[in-house]
């Protein structure tokens, strides 16, 4: 079981990697349209 300070670091990196492949999409999203991308890699990561 991983310690509180390794989850914090788990979820530094998870939010590192969602906004470089944010940004790298070139686009602008409005807020509706980053939800549902999130809930889509969200959901892909469950099926992994």
Do not use: F, H, W
Not at 3 to 10: H, L, P, Q, T, Y
Not at 29 to 41: G, H, K, Q, S, V
């Amino acid at each position: 079981m991983p310690s509180e300070k390794e989850i914090k670091i788990i979820q530094q990196a998870v939010i590192y990697e969602l906004r470089r492949l944010i940004k790298k999409s070139g686009k602008n999203y409005t807020n509706e349209e980053l939800c549902d991308l999130l809930d889509t890699i969200a959901e892909a990561k469950d099926q992994e």
